[in-house]
């Protein structure tokens, strides 16, 4: 199925407005994966076929387009067919969260071609993250080889997607106001754009589910929020703080006092450092969501029950998402999520429960599909709906 261009605008990358008659018209017609002859082209676009050559020409030169292996015959001589070249350029991307981080360099249809992971909190400041990003997406890229056409990050708290800016995260101290854009586009020569890394796990989603129209993704991890697809375009809002769900205050009456400094937020209540917390106070040594995860894998009674509590809360304020915005798909991921059902179930209980029949009557709640990937294959997918936008591809070749 064809991808619709995401509208994004950041750093280098701008937005597109809709041109029909470039070549990266043509292109976009052909990142279906269909390969398809001048004559083909020329009947789908209305174009002359002299003005098809010349785009097509255009997009050979730039190595945008490839011959098809196999000319098409209509019985004289096979005509030429032309495919989308996905390995063109090669795209970095990363997924930081609180306390790691994944890094890996894509194909232009996001197929993953080197990645790494380590531990890495976010906590270090700026300065040392992005320095260690830096050599270790440059590590990557020599051994992929390759042109960069961009790089796309994912950070742990609220980002202002039109500087690419943190603004005020809780668990990132010196990261507020941070040119992440800048500093890293000077280091690795191209452009980037920057996201909250709950909106790229679900751009990452969506692209794996593409014909789903009304998606939410939420991210159960050591904190808590949710990515919005309407109409498979992601929603970010004025600002891009759409979906922080994670401070929203549950119906509990605990007065849990949360790190954004207000009390009874879902994330003080349900998210993984919360968990962790109430197991160790309970005698049950836990330091994070992982821990959390693999006390529940080890049957521990305590770590089962919280576990579906915290379903249940989440499950609470999605119900009212549910009634508000009535997605047909709703993806739980992030480290909580790796418990299974425990969680799944408590969603569930929740949302059928409250939520209008209407609202539920074809809704699905599932698990990611894409695990731990789910961030840098988004983060790809941002910079790859940028990168290949008509307007963008017309800049490219034009130059």
């Known amino acids: 199925m064809r991808r619709k261009e995401a509208r994004l605008t950041q750093g280098m990358l701008s937005e597109p407005t809709g041109s029909v008659t470039g070549a990266g018209a043509l292109l976009s017609i052909l990142r279906d994966g ?14 002359a076929r002299s003005t098809v050559s010349q785009r097509l020409d255009a997009l050979l030169s730039h190595q945008w387009i490839v011959p098809a292996t196999d000319a098409i015959s209509s019985g004289g001589r096979p005509a030429t067919a032309f495919a989308f070249n996905q390995g063109a350029r090669v795209v970095a991307a990363a997924d930081l969260g609180a306390t790691h981080a994944r890094v890996a360099v894509t194909d232009l249809a996001s197929n993953v071609l080197l990645e790494r992971t380590a ?38 708290g609220p980002v202002e997607h039109s500087t690419g800016r943190p603004v005020n995260p809780p668990i990132m101290p010196g990261w507020d106001g941070f040119p992440v854009p800048e500093w890293l586009g000077q280091r690795l020569g191209a452009p980037v754009l920057v996201d909250n890394d709950v909106n790229i796990m679900a751009l990452g989603e969506h692209w794996a589910r593409s014909e789903v129209e009304h998606l939410v993704f939420v991210k159960i991890g050591t904190g808590i929020g949710c990515g919005i697809i309407s109409e498979r375009r992601l929603h970010r809002g004025a600002q891009g703080a759409a979906g922080d769900i994670g401070h929203i205050r549950v119906t509990s009456d605990r007065e849990v ?19 962790a917390g109430q197991l160790t106070a309970a005698g049950v040594p836990a330091a994070n969501s992982r821990d959390v995860v693999g006390l529940v894998r080890a049957g521990n009674t305590q770590a089962v029950q919280l576990i579906r509590q915290a379903g249940r809360e989440v499950g609470d304020v999605l119900a009212s998402i549910v009634n508000f915005f009535n997605p047909s798909v709703i993806v739980i991921g992030g480290d909580i999520a ?31 599909e894409l695990g731990d990937r789910a961030g840098v294959i988004g983060a790809a997918v941002m910079v790859i709906e940028a990168v290949l936008a008509p307007e963008a591809v017309d800049l490219t070749v034009n130059s």
Request: proline share 4%; net charge negative.
């Open 119 to 156: 531990d890495l909190p976010i906590d270090r400041g700026p300065e040392a993250t992005l320095a260690w990003l830096v050599e270790t997406l440059q590590g990557l890229l020599d051994e992929t080889g390759g042109q960069l056409c961009g790089v796309g990050v994912g950070l742990p």
């Open 34 to 47: 269909q390969a398809r002859t001048r004559a083909e082209l020329v009947q789908l676009t209305g174009l």
């Open 338 to 368: 790796e418990a299974g059902e425990h969680v799944l179930a408590g969603v569930r209980e929740v949302i059928y429960s409250r939520s209008l029949p209407l609202a539920t009557q074809h809704l699905s709640i599932r698990a990611t």
């Open 257 to 275: 006092v949360c790190r954004c400094g207000n009390t009874g937020c879902l994330e003080a209540v349900a998210g993984g450092a919360s968990i």
